[in-house]
Each structure stands twice: as structure tokens, then as C-alpha cells.
């Protein structure tokens, strides 16, 4: 549709800047700045173009990106959610995983969503009602049944961030009793994955609406259940997240508040 076209155009415009940044990274061209400051302007460079494309499209809509903050429209029913570079600290340690989040918000519920893969040129979309998609085939969350086989993704608190006590039960919870955990280091990522089936379910604390308004829509049209962490409604006011198929995501529930 053209409202996807418009997100997409946007994503790709923003990834052609950050491919060309992450390529002088990994060359060490990176200005005597420091690669800190080089990856954080590359961050704002790519939210002024998504913001630029956005807004020309559809004039008026309010903004909300992680550098910018809260630029307020004259409609204020529509707000882009963005967040130009997911996977900062991957890109910084020229790790090849990050991607470019973009959602639209209209009247609280998030109708349409991409998630950029520049590394891989994937695209990650969905429109509220119409199913999710990477590139232009149909995407399903996993069918597995069964923790013992899964794969969960999660985020691990680091300097600053997180409750890093709750993480540990949590995860002592959980990762004695499936195949495997994984850390990549992506919001974004693990979300579109988790509706790729790559991923049997993801859970996470102490997110931005950024983080997670793309792919919360993404795995719902997945056919995945997504709720806080608490396993409650309101994902982007509570910043946590658990994300899966209808089987598992009560039994990580479950795994959550024994570990509560
Ligand atoms: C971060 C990533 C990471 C998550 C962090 C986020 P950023 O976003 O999504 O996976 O664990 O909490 O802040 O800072 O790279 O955009
Ligand atoms: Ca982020
Ligand atoms: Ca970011
Ligand atoms: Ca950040």
C-alpha cells in the first residue's frame, strides 16, 4: 500500500547512510570524534531523514523518535514511532546486526510497521489486519509446542539499564528448560524474528516505545500472542515485553512469575 511504501522508502533512505557509516567504521575512517560520537551522529543523521520522508509524505503527524524526542503535529490521532538505529552497540562494535524501526501509532493502537535488516535486506512489514511479511513472503510465528524445543530471545541489563536481579531469576527460570537463549543485541530484530519463526518467543524489560511499537504488530499479524513481561495490555507505556505463539507464551508467562 502507499502508506508501507512511504515507511519503506524511508527505512531503505536511512539504511543507505548507515551501510556507508558501519563501512567506514569497519575501515577505522572514523573522525578523531571517537567511534562513540561517530555511531551517535550517525543515529541522528538517519532519524532526520526518516523524519524528513515521514513528514513530506504526510504533513501534520506527530513524530516520536528516540534522538528527536516528541515533535508534536497538527494531528495529533497519527504518530510515527521511530527509532533510526536499533543495535547501537552492536553497529559501534561493528557487529552486523541493527535495524531501522518505523511505526505508525493511530489513536493508540499501532497500525503499520517496518523493521529494516540493512545487513541482510530484509524487510520486515506489517499493516494492522493484512498479516506480516519480509520481503514479499508471508510470515508465520513457529509452531513448536513445547519450551524443551524453543529458542527464546532476551536482553541482558547492562551499565545503567534494566533490573539486572530480576533478569537472573527470570533467566534462571528459563533457560534450564528450553534449547537455547539468545542475546543479539536487537530489540527490533528479536521481535521480527519471533514472527519469522526464527525465534520461539522473546521477553525483555526496561524497553522504549521504539524498541517495540514495529515489532509488537509485526508478531500479532504473525498470528503470536504479545504482552509486558507481566502479561499485561499496555506494552509501550510499560516498556517490557514477552512475545511468542498462543502455546508458549503462557508457559514462559508461567517461567516469569515463578521467577517473580
Ligand atoms: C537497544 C537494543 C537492545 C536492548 C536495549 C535497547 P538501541 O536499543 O534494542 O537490544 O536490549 O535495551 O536500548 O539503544 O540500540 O537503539
Ligand atoms: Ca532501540
Ligand atoms: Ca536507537
Ligand atoms: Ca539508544
Known sequence: TALLKVMSDAARKAARGLNRDFGELLELQVSKKGAADFVSAADLKAEQTIFEMLSKARPGYSFLGEERGLIEGTDKTHTWIVDPLDGTTNFLHAIPHFAINIALQREGAIVAAVTYNPITNELFWAEKGKGCFVNDKRLRVAARQHLNESVLAT?????????????????????????????????????????????????????????????LLLVSEAGGKVTTADGGEDMLTAGSICASNLELHPLIQQRLRAAA
Open 155 to 215: 536482553g541482558i541489563p547492562f551499565l545503567g539499564h534494566g533490573q539486572h536481579a530480576t533478569f537472573l531469576k527470570e533467566l534462571h527460570q528459563i533457560s534450564q528448560r528450553v534449547a537455547g537463549v539468545r542475546r543479539f543485541g536487537a530489540a527490533a530484530l528479536d521481535l521480527a524474528f519471533v514472527a519469522a519463526g526464527r525465534f520461539d518467543g522473546y521477553w525483555e524489560r526496561d524497553l522504549k516505545p521504539w524498541d517495540l511499537a514495529a515489532g
